[in-house]
């Protein structure tokens, strides 16, 4: 069965530090998504991409934030300059439509900023 | 704003009980509600979902059930199994004019006791 793939697993970074965590989207998907969770906290949209732009951003999702489909395979999400507060593990998603319609999530990347 | 709320926090049932995880959401252009499960590390997973032109769905030991007027949808799980300890998310979306964003509850862990 096709999976959303992320790597790395567990990324621990210094603060002010540039991460990028990788996705692999199912191939005949066409919307992709990026949530992330807090420890102890709910999952929480952060954005979504059809169409190699920005659908819908929310207001965790600021200029230090970035997302790109940098080829046919990969979906990236880049923070610049990384906070305590952004540690959390981020999730990736994936579907084939937009709304009514199964996410595909991949198994997380759990980032800490130290 | 959206928001969806989700209780309890924590379920504790003998295996062979039935569990009941309840959700309420805000936005009234909500119309599709998923639930997924996301056992200890691995990534969540669709469980059952219900569109709003149906008040009840069901898959084997689960079923969701939704009211629109109250603005209110459960999981139910039957002859609960210890395979079934997890946590639970309820989500919320809107249908048309959605990017896919998908509203998460606050995420229910369920143990099942042998």
């Known amino acids: 069965e096709p999976e959303v793939t992320q790597t790395p697993s567990h990324q621990v970074t210094q603060m002010g530090q540039e991460v990028i965590l990788r996705c692999v989207p199912i191939?005949?998907?066409?919307?992709f998504y990026w949530y992330r969770q807090i420890l102890g906290q709910k999952v929480e949209f952060l954005v979504s991409?059809?169409?190699?732009?920005?659908?819908?951003k929310s207001e965790i999702f600021d200029d230090q934030f970035s997302v790109e489909r940098p080829d046919g395979s990969n979906f990236t999400l880049k923070i610049r300059s990384t906070k305590l507060e952004d540690s959390a593990m981020y999730f990736c998603?994936?579907?084939?439509?937009?709304?009514?319609?199964?996410?595909?999530f991949g198994q997380g990347t759990r980032l800490t900023v130290v | 704003g959206e928001n969806v709320e989700q209780h309890p926090s924590t379920l504790s049932v003998q295996e062979g009980d039935s569990a009941v995880i309840k959700c309420t959401y805000s936005?009234?252009?909500?119309?599709?509600f998923p639930w997924y499960k996301q056992e200890l590390g691995k990534r969540p997973q669709l469980i059952i979902d219900?569109?709003?032109?149906?008040g009840e769905k069901k898959d084997q030991r689960i079923a969701v059930t939704l009211n629109k007027t109250a603005k209110h949808f459960s999981l139910h799980i039957t002859e609960t199994q210890p395979e079934d300890s997890a946590v639970y998310f309820c989500?919320?979306?809107?249908?048309?004019?959605?990017?896919?964003?998908?509203?998460f509850g606050q995420g229910t862990t369920l143990q099942v006791k042998p």
């Open positions: 998603a994936s579907s084939v439509y937009r709304g009514n319609t199964e996410a595909f």
């Open positions: 191939s005949n998907h066409l919307y």
């Open positions: 991409f059809y169409n190699n732009e920005i659908s819908e």
């Open positions: 936005d009234s252009a909500s119309n599709y």
């Open positions: 219900i569109r709003s032109n149906v």
């Open positions: 989500a919320a979306s809107r249908g048309s004019g959605n990017t896919g964003k998908l509203i």
